[in-house]
């Protein structure tokens, strides 16, 4: 028989036991071990069987068993405990909270949000609320997490998704097989957003044709940290809008374009639900993490213009003076685009956003191509600070999309970065937590022997071939292999051996299959009598991606042939379960994208956090990091434009340096049987990487440099009735009206004829300009000087502003920063209290 419909029905708990309730929601127990411990005290075998996820145990432990813990006074002194660290740990000032008082304090003016509202399409925040498909996710959740831990008061928004990511198994043949479980949400650590009658509160959307999309809103508790997530499978809807938020990054372009107006003009309505009902302050920053969720941007639009009178121009002012947007894109392809129609047939009535006309929205998504809508120039468009997520990764997107800002230098577009970061305490086995303080810098481990630490990490490395022998023998069964032919499983890896591992999504720029490019090379590594290599494989592809999914027969096959098959392993339905065992247990982490394709890659990060080298070329975060004692930088051909002998080169220089420099070192023992000088390295990356890898930094630069920022232009903006938002309209359209007439009409060096300049001499930089009627607060003029070649383009410049002097001249004086070849020419650009940057605008009138 089949189950009709589905529910779930959640334990009920003994009144001395009730605070376990509390310990069980608040997702904080994710990342911290005496919480976990408790619950693991409560039934061991049911704890280990559910996977580590309280409110399962709870559902599950029998009611005699509770009802003896509820007279167990040890038992209630640890919850007694553990639930009153938790309440100070919700309460309590921490570092977010110094730090508003003192920036109160300060007379720089700047001043810290009372809120934040943080937006992003999936949360990686335990697999117990399985909400993430990969890395940006799990970036969204540690964001979360640090948050929580720093004070800084942030409200996440996002989407629940019935059916989350999907399920990964393999056919006989090795082809990737998704299935997608029904997640029922009174299941997961979640409440519902209710009225105080007890009434779900509803987020109400509007659809063409005179339809309404209606969500109901969960809160999920991370720390400090409420994470709302949006849900439409309600039966106020119809089919079609119920089935919305089935499936993450599922279905055609209509259904997501569904799926983002609901996170983004959804998840504003929510937020202010959310914040009304709560008492919480309504949020005045706005940070867009990646373009799905830029629409909320839209929403914001509306509320000015429809609640507040302003005009759009004078609602975009305000509204993009809040906003932060971040991109994780590295190339054009992986930006999402909708057809202009589309964008039009949800937006062309009003009735979605009324007062904002559908021309203006198709205006902030304009791009190249006129038929399409490109979501991440709407974002950059209402933000007035974005962000790549490495250093690298800032100047390929300012190259990517220095277009919006023509007539600026590549270094001069508007998006600086902000390295991703990884949450240490999830991620971080409790044996090397105990010897690493990453709060305190000078810590270092020199109290700890190379003996000892070299025990901890065979104990790693141990548990994860543990963990490797039941998933290899599992994933056999589920292809529909029989038990008795499953023994050799037993034996798979080895707990001495150089153990790599390698796993995340597998778009094509991550090259899966490097390792594969010369078998007969990896096969010797692998099975090298005196230094062998085990290799632990694991990744999903797109349901979408059937080159993906190839690239994954490929090894499965490759690590399917009995000669090898106990040295190398693909794992499927990689997640956060099995991501922890990877990095607590491989001595080396391989990443070999495509450079510069990898936006940022933080799962090398969680491997370092544990000891684990990496072995990596140097592309997202490791470009910055690498400093030759922390791993190996593996070397790329970057001038060879053939991506075939590309791939071949540099899986050359892959198995070069996993044959003569990694695994050497790694065999190479004292008369103790101890690598000193891999330790040496280890210990180095813990000390060095420990506390720059970790997301409290991450976190931290962003209050510093983006929120703080944003909120005192937001506050700017709205004081006095929007004075300065409705000023800087203004100003713009007078901009508009007289900026293609601006010109720069004369430009002079002042220098004695007759003395050669040296570095460091002062020249005097003269000029004319004629404004076409602004006036000379309305703008900056600069003299510029650099080198110059031989097609006259300036680099390494140099700017000062210049002087307003009578009759339309300007003048500055500044030192020659160069020897050799210098040029020097002026420029115009607009000034106005309001803009963040004189590129904000994309306008510059040049001599």
Request: charged share 25%.
């Amino acid at each position: 028989m089949r189950a009709v419909r589905r529910f779930t029905v959640r334990a009920g708990l003994p009144e001395p036991l009730a605070d376990l309730g509390m310990l069980a929601t608040n997702l904080r127990w994710t990342w911290h071990p005496p919480t976990q411990d408790l619950f693991a005290a409560v039934d061991p075998d049911i704890w280990a069987r559910v996977g580590g996820d309280p409110l399962h145990l709870l559902a599950q432990v029998p009611a005699e068993r509770l009802e003896s813990l509820a007279t167990d006074p040890d038992f209630l002194g640890r919850v007694r405990a553990l639930s009153d660290e938790l309440r100070e740990y919700l309460t309590g000032p921490r570092w977010y909270q110094e730090r508003a008082r003192r920036a109160a304090d300060g007379a720089n003016g700047t001043r810290l949000p009372r809120a934040i509202a943080y937006f992003s399409m999936e949360f990686g925040v335990t697999e117990a609320l399985p909400n993430y498909s990969g890395g940006l996710g799990v970036l969204a959740g540690d964001h979360l997490k640090a948050a929580s831990d720093l004070g800084v008061p942030l409200i996440g928004v996002g989407l629940l998704y019935r059916s989350g990511y999907f399920r990964q198994s393999l056919s006989l043949d090795g082809w990737q097989i998704e299935h997608y479980p029904v997640i029922d949400p009174n299941g997961l650590p979640l409440e519902p957003l209710t009225e105080p009658s007890g009434a779900p509160i509803l987020v109400h959307v509007a659809m063409p044709g005179g339809r309404v999309l209606r969500a109901r809103i969960w809160k999920a508790q991370v720390g400090r940290v409420p994470l709302l997530l949006l849900d439409s499978d309600i039966e106020e809807n119809p089919d079609d809008l119920r089935n919305v938020t089935d499936r993450l990054y599922g279905g055609d372009q209509d259904h997501r374009i569904r799926q983002e107006i609901l996170a983004g003009i959804g998840g504003v309505r929510a937020v202010r639900a959310y914040c009304e009902l709560s008492g919480t302050p309504q949020p005045e920053v706005f940070h867009t993490n990646e373009g799905h969720a830029g629409f909320l941007g839209l929403e914001r639009l509306r509320e000015l213009v429809s609640g507040r009178g302003l005009d759009f121009d004078q609602a975009l002012s305000a509204v993009r003076a809040g906003t932060v947007f971040t991109t994780h894109t590295p190339v054009p392809a992986g930006i999402d685009r909708f057809p202009v129609d589309l964008v039009q047939y949800y937006f062309g009535d009003e009735a979605l956003l009324p007062g904002i006309e559908v021309r203006r929205v198709l205006a902030l998504g304009a791009e190249d191509n006129a038929g399409m809508f490109n979501m991440a120039h709407m974002g950059l468009r209402l933000a007035q600070r974005a962000n790549g997520v490495s250093k690298l990764h800032g100047a390929v997107s300012r190259e990517m999309f220095g277009a919006l800002w023509p007539g600026f230098d590549t270094d001069e577009v508007p998006i600086s970065s902000v390295t991703n970061g990884v949450h240490g305490p999830t991620w971080a086995a409790r044996e090397i937590t105990a010897l690493a303080d990453w709060t305190d810098p000078t810590a270092g481990l020199s109290g700890v022997s190379d003996a000892e630490l070299w025990q901890i990490r065979g104990t790693l490395r141990a548990r994860l071939v543990a963990e490797v022998r039941r998933r290899v023998r599992a994933a056999w069964l589920q292809r529909g292999a029989s038990a008795l032919e499953l023994n050799w499983t037993e034996t798979v890896f080895d707990p001495d051996v150089l153990t790599v591992g390698f796993a995340r999504r597998v778009p094509t720029y991550k090259r899966l299959t490097l390792m594969l490019r010369d078998p007969e090379r990896l096969r010797s590594l692998l099975l090298n009598p005196d230094r062998p290599v085990q290799l632990v494989v694991a990744g999903k592809s797109h349901p979408a991606d059937d080159g993906g999914k190839a690239l994954i027969q490929q090894i499965v096959r490759f690590a399917d042939d009995p000669r090898v098959r106990h040295r190398i392993v693909f794992l499927p339905d990689y997640d956060m379960s099995m991501a922890r065992f990877l990095y607590w247990g491989c001595d080396v982490w391989l990443n070999n994208p495509m450079r510069p394709l990898e936006a940022c890659g933080t799962s090398g990060m969680k491997a370092a956090l544990n000891g684990g080298l990496n072995l990596s070329i140097r592309d997202g975060w490791w470009d910055e990091f690498y400093d030759g004692s922390n791993g190996w930088a593996i070397p790329t051909a970057d001038g060879v434009t053939d991506p075939v002998r590309r791939d071949d080169l540099e899986a050359a220089a892959l198995y070069e340096l996993m044959g003569s420099q990694v695994a050497p070192l790694f065999y190479d023992r004292d008369a103790a049987g101890v690598p000193s000088r891999w330790l040496a390295m280890v210990r180095h990356t813990l000390d060095t990487l420990g506390p720059r890898v970790q997301a409290s930094r991450m976190v931290g630069e962003y209050v510093d440099s983006y929120y703080g920022p944003a909120a005192t232009a937001g506050v700017l903006a709205e004081a006095e009735d929007f004075r300065m938002a409705r000023d800087l309209a203004d100003y713009r359209r007078r901009l508009a009206g007289a900026w293609s007439y601006v010109r720069v009409t004369g430009c002079e060096l002042g220098m004695d004829d007759g003395h050669t300049p040296v570095i460091g001499d002062p020249v005097e930089v003269h000029a004319v300009v004629d404004l076409a009627g602004l006036s000379p607060s309305d703008v900056e003029v600069q003299a510029v000087i650099g080198r110059v070649g031989d097609t006259d383009d300036l680099t390494d410049v140099v700017t000062a502003p210049m002087r307003p002097a009578e009759h339309g001249r300007y003048v500055t004086e500044l030192p020659l920063p160069h020897a050799g070849a210098l040029g020097v020419t002026v420029r115009v650009l607009p000034k106005h209290d309001l803009l963040a940057t004189p590129a904000e605008l994309g306008k510059v009138v040049l001599a």
